[in-house]
């Protein structure tokens, strides 16, 4: 039997579980966007809702695991890059998914260094990507900063 990825479930619930109309934002891994396993699940996402935003995270956002020491190898940690999905649920189960439309995409660019709290080098892309998709969601085009 295939065993289920650890985000299958909770993104069948939260499309599940969001109204009409309702928004939803999970993180998932950046496979999520591209593996072939993950095609149902694309398809279920696309089928129930408009898909508004994706936006890839520099890896280190989110540390997978704990710290392991290896044999005569120190400590280690693994690092997975995530993605941003941002959508918006139908009103109605869309039965193609043939529907034109635009979708914001962003990629904030690993920083030069991570030290320190996450919030203290992730909060300044963070902000500016939320800036230009509230300008592009509004204008629908992107904001040229001078």
């Given at each position: 039997?295939d065993?289920c990825?650890?985000?299958?479930?909770?993104?069948?619930?939260?499309?599940?579980?969001c109204?009409?109309?309702?928004?939803i934002c999970?993180?998932?891994p950046?496979?999520f966007f591209?593996?072939?396993?993950?095609?149902?699940?694309?398809?279920?996402?696309s089928?129930?809702?408009?898909?508004?935003?994706?936006?890839?995270?520099?890896?280190?956002?989110?540390?997978?695991?704990?710290?392991?020491?290896i044999?005569g190898k120190?400590?280690?940690?693994?690092?997975?890059?995530?993605?941003?999905?941002?959508?918006?649920?139908?009103?109605?189960?869309?039965?193609?998914?043939?529907?034109?439309?635009r979708?914001?995409?962003?990629?904030?660019?690993e920083?030069?260094?991570?030290?320190?709290?996450?919030?203290?080098?992730?909060?300044?892309?963070?902000d500016?990507?939320?800036?230009?998709?509230?300008?592009?969601?509004s204008?629908?085009?992107?904001?040229?900063?001078?």
């Amino acid at each position: 039997a295939d065993i289920c990825k650890e985000y299958d479930l909770s993104v069948q619930q939260a499309i599940r579980s969001c109204k009409h109309s309702g928004k939803i934002c999970l993180i998932l891994p950046d496979g999520f966007f591209s593996n072939s396993r993950d095609r149902y699940l694309r398809e279920l996402v696309s089928a129930h809702c408009k898909i508004r935003a994706i936006i890839s995270l520099p890896k280190g956002v989110f540390k997978r695991g704990h710290d392991s020491k290896i044999k005569g190898k120190g400590a280690s940690k693994a690092s997975m890059k995530m993605s941003i999905l941002y959508c918006e649920k139908y009103t109605k189960l869309k039965k193609k998914a043939s529907d034109n439309y635009r979708v914001f995409l962003a990629s904030i660019l690993e920083p030069s260094s991570t030290k320190g709290e996450i919030l203290e080098w992730i909060k300044q892309p963070l902000d500016f990507v939320k800036e230009q998709f509230l300008y592009w969601q509004s204008k629908k085009k992107l904001k040229i900063n001078e």
